[in-house]
């Protein structure tokens, strides 16, 4: 018996606060061996969370268009619901139950992807395609957060380091339906664990993130780690995608909208290179919002979807790479325009 | 003493400055050239950037690199691991062989090889159709694996470099008359057909070696 078909039915999405011109951090820029470095030149703009928003407020925020256009029902009768928050309000148990009481939900399914990263909405569609395909439910409501620009890399040590003016802000949910509207093709998620120490979080003088101290967090890159996480994700996401591509029997070529995340505009040449696939038909927003690590897949889409530039029948293909390479996902989907 | 670096072109120059394209850390700091570095790593790179001008495939052979060498020296071992040079037979000119490269019809290949064994290097210099020029060079190092890999075995370094003769036939007439097709027309074929040779000397050597039979057999080395 062939499997119900799952569709990515709708996003939405939201930037928090006023866009932070690049100059916000010409103003802290210390001395910096990576200042140079395009891995970490920085957009033009970006958002930040604010001091006090959390990541529920942000969620909240992202799945008003949802309710907007579908209904608050569709929303509250949700059966599964995934979340992945980068900088957890409380760490120790993620915000997946706080989401759903603030969202209105009961859901039966309540997970938190911690180990997506910024191939966090791919790995969340994954899990909601195989949970409603295998009965048990009709609805998944996916939740992504980036937050740490405003709360880590807006520290007011580390916001002098060249890395701090790259990430962005914002948040996204995604809708999937047991439908035919615009049918998941096919998902590749694969983890690559040997990479997973490392990213790691620096400070100095040294201490455990959760242990007492005022030395300030930031995210650990040395010149050689980067050319080694850059190697990693010019062949993971590429790969991914092909691999797809091959299982649903179509080119590279034939992609009509790519998504991806979007660490550094060199990234972003070498995926369409790879792919084959024109400028005009790879969207970003990296200028606007700077690296949205686990949230730049569903906003790409929501604007890619809100501009017209992806139309009902477009193969949309969305991939990326997490961390420092131990994580990588792509996933196909036949778009079938906003009901 | 000091160091006599770029001495010479500083006097000659009149200046310090570095000359055009020199990129030295003195005067190119790294934080500086990184990105240049990093702007040059890609996912895929252009076929004509790989294989354009100079032709090159390397791969580990699990076979002693002493022996490897001796083999290759040999020119007929092109009648083993070869794809198309077959029917080696010596020329009356010692050390130049004749074959044919069954790529296109009556094709003859003349070959010379130039070996040294304390570099361990084996040079095949070759021409289609007369042996007077031999302008097709196939350049292969035997490297011990040891020493760069860190196991035993060898590796093998295998560089062809585009001669302009590749682009156009210098001795028309030397070839049968009714053949159409030139070596150059399968340059561009040249990395996966060379890939596919040494992926033949690789499997041959490292039977042999495996299975406890003389890397370069009986007859290549008496008759």
């Known amino acids: ?339 | 003493m000091s160091l006599a670096a770029l001495e010479d072109i500083a006097v000659h120059s009149g200046t310090t400055h570095p000359i055009e394209g020199v990129v030295r850390i003195e005067t190119s700091p790294l934080e500086e050239t990184a990105p240049m570095f990093m702007a040059k790593m890609r996912s895929v790179y252009p076929h004509d950037e790989v294989f354009g001008q100079y032709c090159t495939v390397n791969d580990y052979v699990d076979c002693p690199p002493d022996e490897l060498f001796e083999y290759l020296a040999h020119t007929r071992s092109l009648e083993e691991w070869t794809y198309t040079l077959r029917d080696f037979t010596e020329t009356e000119e010692p050390g130049l062989w004749l074959a044919y490269d069954r790529l296109l019809p009556d094709t003859e290949i003349y070959t010379r090889t130039v070996a040294n064994a304390e570099a361990r290097t084996v040079d095949y210099h070759c021409a289609w159709d007369q042996g007077k020029h031999l302008w097709m060079i196939y350049l292969m190092r035997v490297l011990d694996a040891q020493v760069v890999l860190g196991k035993p075995g060898s590796v093998v370094l295998w560089t062809n470099c585009r001669h302009p003769f590749y682009d156009a036939n210098p001795y028309p007439e030397a070839g049968p008359a009714e053949r159409t097709g030139w070596v150059g027309d399968f340059w561009d074929i040249f990395g996966a057909g060379h890939g596919l040779e040494l992926n033949n000397l690789k499997s041959i050597a490292e039977y042999r070696h495996r299975n406890g039979l003389p890397i370069t057999p009986d007859w290549m080395s008496t008759s």
């Open chain 1, 1 to 339: 018996m062939n499997q119900p078909t799952v569709s990515l039915a709708d996003v939405s999405t939201y930037l928090p606060g006023e866009p932070v011109g690049a100059d916000y951090y010409a103003q802290f820029a210390g001395s910096d061996d990576l200042a140079a470095n395009l891995m970490f030149r920085a957009p033009k703009f970006r958002h930040h969370v604010g001091p006090d928003e959390t990541a529920i407020d942000m969620v909240e925020r992202a799945a008003q268009g949802l309710i907007e256009r579908h209904g608050h029902d569709v929303i509250a009768n949700v059966d599964v619901l995934i979340t992945h928050t980068q900088v957890p309000d409380m760490g120790f148990y993620g915000e997946g139950g706080g989401i759903a009481h603030r969202l209105g939900l009961r859901p039966s399914w309540v997970l938190d992807l911690n180990n997506g990263g910024c191939a966090a909405f791919v790995l969340a569609l994954k899990v909601a395609r195989q949970l409603l395909s295998s009965g048990q439910g009709r609805t998944a409501l996916i939740a992504v957060t980036a937050n740490a620009a405003g709360h880590v890399f807006d520290q007011a040590g580390v916001r002098r380091k060249a890395q701090s003016a790259v990430p962005g802000d914002g948040a996204a949910v995604g809708l999937v339906t047991l439908s035919d509207q615009s049918p998941i093709l096919d998902i590749e998620c694969r983890t690559y664990g040997e990479y997973a120490g490392d990213m790691v979080l620096a400070s100095d003088p040294p201490r455990k993130w959760w242990a007492a101290g005022n030395s300030e967090l930031s995210i650990g890159f040395t010149e050689t780690k980067i050319t080694k996480v850059l190697a990693r994700g010019n062949q993971q996401v590429p790969e991914v995608a092909l691999a797809v591509c091959d299982r649903i029997g179509m080119s590279s070529k034939d992609i009509d909208l790519l998504v991806t995340n979007q660490p550094n505009r060199v990234f972003l040449r070498n995926w369409r290179e790879a792919l084959e696939v024109p400028e005009s038909r790879h969207l970003d927003t990296f200028d606007k919002c700077g690296n949205l690590f686990g949230a730049g897949i569903p906003i790409n889409l929501d604007h890619a979807i809100s501009d017209g530039q992806v139309k009902a029948g477009d193969l949309v293909m969305m991939a990326a790479f997490a961390h420092a390479g131990d994580f990588a996902g792509a996933a196909a989907v036949r778009w079938g325009g906003r009901s």
